[in-house]
C-alpha cells in the first residue's frame, strides 16, 4: 500500500527565516507529485508539480520553490518567509496525469510570526 | 484565469434532508471532475468523480450531476447525517498536471 508522510507537522517560524518542508511516498514509483497551500478556511491552491526526479514545474509564484531530489521525494521552500506564507501545507501524489485522483499527505501547518 | 466556481459558501440542512452543492467552470479543455471533502484539522480525501462521457455519477448516498452544456455539475448528498458535516471542495483537471479547486462549501447537517 502507498503511503505519503509530511514533516514537519506544525512550524511556528520568524518573518524572514529560512523554511523547508519534505514529503515522502512509499510503495508507488515515478509519482506524480504536488504541492498545494491552503489558508485557514480557504481553497486549495496549487504550487508545483513535478513529473520525474529533477524536473519540477510552478504553477503560482509565492516566493517559494520546490525539488525533487529523489523519486519518492518531494520538498518546498524559501529562504526569507512572508506573513503571507502563514497556512496549511499539502502534498499529495496521483497515478498519471491530471485525470485522477489527488492522494495527500497529513499536511504541514505553518505560523509566520 | 481558468476557474471553477462552488456555492453556496455555507450550507445547513437537518438530517435526512437531501444537500446539494453546485460548481460551474469555464474552460471546455477540462476533462475530470472530482468533488473531495475536508474534515477540520485533516487533508482532503475524494469523495467521488465524474467524466464528462457519463451525466450522473453514484456511489451510495452521493450523486454527482453533470451538464457539459451549462459547464456545471453539483453534489448531492441523499439523506444527509451529521458526519457529513465537512467542507466540500469541487475541482476540475485539464491536461498539464493542474487541478483547479473551487473555494469550498462548509455543510452542516443538523441532528
Known amino acids: 500500500a502507498q503511503t505519503i508522510h509530511q514533516w514537519p507537522v506544525a512550524e511556528i517560524k520568524a518573518v524572514g527565516s529560512p523554511l523547508s518542508l519534505g514529503c515522502t511516498i512509499k510503495g508507488k514509483s515515478s509519482p506524480n507529485l504536488y504541492w498545494y497551500w491552503q489558508a485557514t478556511g480557504g481553497t486549495l491552491q496549487q504550487l508545483f508539480y513535478?513529473?520525474?526526479?529533477?524536473?519540477v514545474e510552478s504553477v503560482v509564484q509565492l516566493n517559494l520553490s520546490a525539488s525533487r531530489p529523489k523519486d519518492d521525494q518531494f520538498i518546498l521552500s524559501t529562504e526569507k518567509l512572508l506573513l503571507s506564507h502563514s497556512g496549511f501545507y499539502l502534498c499529495?501524489?496521483?497515478?498519471?496525469?491530471?485525470?485522477?485522483?489527488?492522494?495527500f499527505g497529513e499536511g504541514s501547518r505553518l505560523i509566520v510570526v | 484565469q481558468q476557474q471553477v466556481r462552488q456555492s453556496p459558501q455555507s450550507l445547513t440542512v437537518w438530517e435526512g434532508e437531501t444537500a446539494i452543492l453546485n460548481c460551474s467552470y469555464e474552460d471546455s479543455t477540462f476533462d475530470y471532475f472530482p468533488w473531495y471533502h475536508q474534515f477540520p484539522g485533516e487533508s482532503p480525501a475524494l469523495l467521488i468523480a465524474i467524466r464528462p462521457v457519463s451525466n450522473k455519477k453514484e456511489d451510495g448516498r452521493f450523486t454527482i450531476f453533470f451538464n457539459k452544456r451549462e459547464k456545471k455539475f453539483s453534489l448531492h448528498i441523499a439523506d444527509s447525517q451529521p458526519g457529513d458535516s465537512a467542507t466540500y471542495f469541487c475541482a476540475a483537471s485539464e491536461i498539464a498536471y493542474k487541478v483547479i479547486f473551487g473555494k469550498g462549501t462548509h455543510l452542516h447537517v443538523l441532528p
Open positions: 499529495a501524489w496521483s497515478l498519471d496525469g491530471a485525470g485522477n485522483t489527488l492522494y
Open positions: 513535478s513529473i520525474t526526479v529533477g524536473q
